[in-house]
């Protein structure tokens, strides 16, 4: 049977992990990205063992382990007096109970060696979606018209939405409606560890406090890199203005009280950006006719589980085995079957992850990390 044209808008994490994923599989896949291109932006990411599974397949895992830090635990402290109030077991234990490392690496050298896993020109750059239209018919005929903003049009069998948190493909399955501004800032910075003389950091630490925290960990293997990503109160967010250039002095502010550690590292900070944290209530619907979302284009949540982009890239994993399983050219009964087993899961992480109570005690977290998208039975 002939495989359909895929064709994947936005080559985010989530994008190019479908991309890749797909390709794997034999379909014939095409990946548009807005961006002219990419570059190292100054941010860590947490990589568990839910999406080291999953790089696996990819081909990268190994790669991601000699990339990445790998901490012994996750150590929850009092923002104030430095008191260890949890530790997660990670490293060894990590692999033996939930079958991979968990890591953390800086987020650009995470994308680019997911970037380099596709084959060269795949990522057709300076593509930005401007207008879809759907042709599906009820007899199963039909296919998808994409009109970018240079004035091109491609078609496609499939189209999938991975453009993050202001999804053109959201706004034409659902209408315009802007993200909610959760009333929280993340303050980021990445800096070179050798400015913090021989104060001891913990490899994986967050710092927390009532109504804020700081999350710091190294992003390189080398621990030559530490990264710091805050969540801090601020009722107001200029209305689509992506990030702001912040300042030692804010984060002095911000943060009065901290632990001396916490003062150490603003002490020490070069450069520090501020992003607005947003999110959506579930969607009613997550695709229609042969347009499919994933990732932040469909359940933008909170970054306090660090589990958003693991979330987009289950997704993407999730979405090719349920076109494998239900047959790429029956789209609606793949995509119904990919909602089916993704929408709770995805839900339960946006809430806790809104509830900001990840990890603050000591809980099991296996139903996160161990789980195998390519092993749950499918519902
Ligand atoms: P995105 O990464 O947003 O990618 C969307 C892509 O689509 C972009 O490249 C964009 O340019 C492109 N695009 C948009 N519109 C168009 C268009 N019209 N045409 C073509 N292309 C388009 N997650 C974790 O798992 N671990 C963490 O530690 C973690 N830390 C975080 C810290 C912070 C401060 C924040 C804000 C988020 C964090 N996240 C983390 C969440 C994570 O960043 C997102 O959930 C993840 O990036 C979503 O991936 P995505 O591929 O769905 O979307």
């Not at 006719?289 to 958003?308: S, T």
Request: hydrophobic share 40%; net charge negative.
């Amino acid at each position: 049977m002939k495989k359909p044209r895929i064709a994947v808008i936005g080559a985010g994490l989530g994008g190019v992990a479908a991309t890749a994923l797909l390709l794997r599989s034999g379909y014939s896949v095409r990946l548009y990205e807005q961006a002219p291109s990419f570059s190292r932006i100054g941010a860590g990411i947490h990589v568990g063992p839910n999406v080291m599974k999953i790089l696996r397949r990819i081909g990268i895992e190994d790669a991601m382990n000699r990339m990445g830090s790998h901490a012994d635990a996750w150590c929850s402290r009092d923002g104030r007096t430095g008191e260890l109030i949890a530790r997660v077991p990670l490293g060894d234990f990590a692999v033996k109970e939930y079958g991979a490392s968990y890591l953390t690496v800086h987020r650009g050298d995470f994308h680019a060696l997911m970037i380099d896993a596709l084959p060269p020109g795949t990522v057709q750059f300076d593509k930005c979606l401007s207008h879809i239209d759907d042709t599906s018919g009820e007899d199963g005929g039909g296919e998808v018209r994409l009109t970018f903003a240079d004035g091109t049009v491609e078609t496609a069998d499939i189209a999938i939405g991975a453009d993050g948190v202001n999804s053109r493909m959201r706004e034409h399955l659902l209408g315009a409606e802007p993200p909610i501004y959760t009333g929280l800032v993340a303050h980021r910075a990445v800096l070179p560890a050798a400015l913090l003389g021989d104060t001891p950091f913990d490899l994986c630490a967050k710092w927390w406090s009532e109504d804020r925290h700081m999350m710091v960990y190294y992003v390189t293997g080398k621990k030559d890199e530490i990264y710091y990503v805050t969540g801090v109160p601020a009722p107001d967010w200029p209305q689509g203005q992506s990030m702001l250039p912040s300042s030692r002095e804010e984060m002095r502010e911000a943060f009065d009280g901290y632990h001396p550690a916490v003062q150490k590292l603003i002490d020490a900070t070069p450069e520090v950006t501020k992003w607005p944290l947003l999110e959506r209530n579930p969607l009613p619907l997550w695709s229609r006719g042969r347009l499919v979302l994933l990732g932040d284009a469909c359940h933008p949540m909170k970054p306090h589980m660090a589990q958003g982009a693991a979330m987009a890239i289950e997704d993407a994993a999730m979405l090719t085995r349920c076109l494998d399983e239900a047959g790429a050219d029956d789209p609606a009964t793949a995509f119904a079957l990919y909602e089916a087993n993704r929408a709770e899961r995805a839900s339960r992480v946006q809430k806790v992850s809104h509830d900001n109570t990840w990890l603050r005690t000591n809980e099991d977290p296996a139903w996160v990390f161990a789980y195998d998208v390519f092993d749950v039975p499918l519902r």
